[in-house]
């Protein structure tokens, strides 16, 4: 009942109000009440304070002091700003690891392995061009025997096969047994053929190593999401995936 009483009491008491400006002071503008002031004098101290604390630390810095972050911070118009360093993952790599998983990556790897394992024993890689060159050397007595020295003489095989790595026959094969001649127009499109297969196994070597790389870097990602502590020793690059040294913890 006196709650109610005294509530209803100040519904008719006189409502307290700040004057205004004066009229002869209109020229100035409004009065500034007392809470403008408080919040123009908080902002005030506020800055005096952040002012006073630089000043001390100038002060108080030491010049041969050094952070490592000093080397991935620049000032740019009086503004500290970090250099992020950006991870070398190309768009194609980028767009594999965000769309699909790493199961389905190293399923496609080993898919394009079997296909060049295939594919190199087709080939024999006999006259690949991304192959080492054999080297077949010949040893002398003389100066006269190297003058004198023939290659299809010395390995008994006709003039035209010499420049062959494979299917050389010597000339006593070929007065013995029948040996067909192949057209040239059919020996050129074998030829063709021959270095087309090769072209395409050398897209699929670079597409598995691509793939390895890119199943790497998911694997890499997944570890990185355990909370154990870790140490980057190795910046992540476009053909090899980042080099983290894990803490040793034993497994109960």
Known sequence: MA???????????????????????????????????????????????????????????????????????????????IKETKEEVTAEQLKLMRTQDVKYIEMKRIAEAKKIERLKSELHLLDFQGKQQNKHVFFFDTKKEVEQFDVATHLQTAPELVDRVFNRPRIETLQKEKVKVTPHARLKRMAKERQRQYDCLTQRIEREKKLFVIAQKIQTRKDLMDKTQKVKVKKETVHSPAIYRFQTRRKR
Request: net charge positive; aromatic share 10%.
């Open 3 to 81: 709650a109610a009483f005294r509530k209803a009491a100040k519904s008719r008491q006189r409502e307290h109000r700040e004057r205004s400006q004066p009229g002869f002071r209109k020229h100035l503008g409004l009065l500034e009440k007392k809470k403008d002031y408080k919040v123009r004098a908080n902002d005030y101290h506020k800055k005096q304070e952040f002012l006073r604390a630089l000043r001390k630390k100038a002060l108080e810095k030491n010049p041969d002091e050094f952070y490592y972050k000093m080397t991935r911070v620049k000032l740019q118009d009086g503004v500290h700003i």
